[in-house]
């Protein structure tokens, strides 16, 4: 029972030969800066990991480097696992989880 349990966590851990790419990448942010932030143009780049399911959908966010202002860095994360999808990293052609690694330019729109 235990070899089949190693076989089975060896082969969710296979590298991919094809990381995960992002789908209609610009549509993830729309509409989703944060209304305070947005208020007191606040701006910064966030940049995330997020985990990828075999299905496209992100499974996970994190922040590896903050854009300074928490509440951008929210909205980065929400967006990315609420609107996120992504054609699947795949090993020798078989839909694998994957990680991307991305960023969210935070712009507030001059006046």
Known sequence: M??????????A??????????LRYGE???????????RLRIEGDTYYVATVG??????????EKSSGDESLDKATCNAVRNRAR????TANGVPVAGV???KAAWRAPSE
């Open 2 to 11: 235990w070899i089949l349990a190693l076989a089975n966590a060896a082969l």
């Open 13 to 22: 851990l296979q590298a991919a030969d094809q990381p995960p790419k992002p």
């Open 28 to 38: 993830w942010f729309m509409d989703m800066y944060p209304e305070r932030a947005w």
């Open 54 to 63: 075999t299905d496209g959908r992100a499974t996970g966010c994190e922040i």
């Open 86 to 89: 992504f054609k699947p990293a």
């Open 100 to 102: 991307f690694h991305g």
